[in-house]
């Protein structure tokens, strides 16, 4: 396969959001480490804010070019939960992907995989609940994470969600990395900013 068909199942803007995003979520998983919020907060928990704001506006981006965009994975397939003929196919391919992983293989990597395009689906359900219960903070804080009110039930949303973004993060660049070395899918389906 050569690098413009790979990176042409998804369409550059597409994969333009899509690095934007993955940037944003990594400087935000850093940043969590050293940040303190308290009295105004410090220069990574400034990081946190921004970057935070960021993901926001990429993963809405993300979500507003996947119901126009004609080449890619349609919404219908990354929430396939409304309709029992894709729950159906979701389940099917839960199955292969459990046998094959039974018999220690890599699963054949489809870009129209009902498991995967659901998973990538739930993916960005996490960022946009994560940007958003921040940036609800960013408005309604007074300086204080710890207080009640609206500010607890963003603190208590987003702390409770922040161990799902490393699982995902770990699991979702661990299968593209080991699918692109097992040669099943190259890297550049999504990192090639190629036109
Ligand atoms: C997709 C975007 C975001 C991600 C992935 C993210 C991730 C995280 C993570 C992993 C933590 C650590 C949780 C813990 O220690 O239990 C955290 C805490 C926090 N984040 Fe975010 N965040 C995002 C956006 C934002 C935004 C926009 C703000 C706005 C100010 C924000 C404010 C905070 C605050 C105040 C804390 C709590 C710090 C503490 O009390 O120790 N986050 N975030
Ligand atoms: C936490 C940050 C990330 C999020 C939220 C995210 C989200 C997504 C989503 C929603 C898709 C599906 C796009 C579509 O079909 O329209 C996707 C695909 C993809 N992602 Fe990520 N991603 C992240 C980080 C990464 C990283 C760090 C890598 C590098 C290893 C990566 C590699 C890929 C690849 C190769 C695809 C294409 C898969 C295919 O075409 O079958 N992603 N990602």
Redesign the pocket.
Known sequence: MTNTTQSSRHALLTRMLHGGLAIA?IV??AS?QF?S?DKGGNTAFEV??YA??A??AFVIGFWIFSLVRQRGTPVAELLPWASSARRAALWHDVHSHYTAFRQFKLPSHDGSSPLASSIHGLGLLL?TA??AS??L??FVNAGD?DAGGLVGAA?LI??TL?NL?WAYLIGHAGFGVLNHFGKTMSLRTMWSFKK
């Open positions: 979520i935000q998983l969590s940040m919020p946190h804010e935070g704001l993901a926001l960022m994560m940007a921040g940036t903070y960013y994470p603190m987003h702390k922040a973004v």
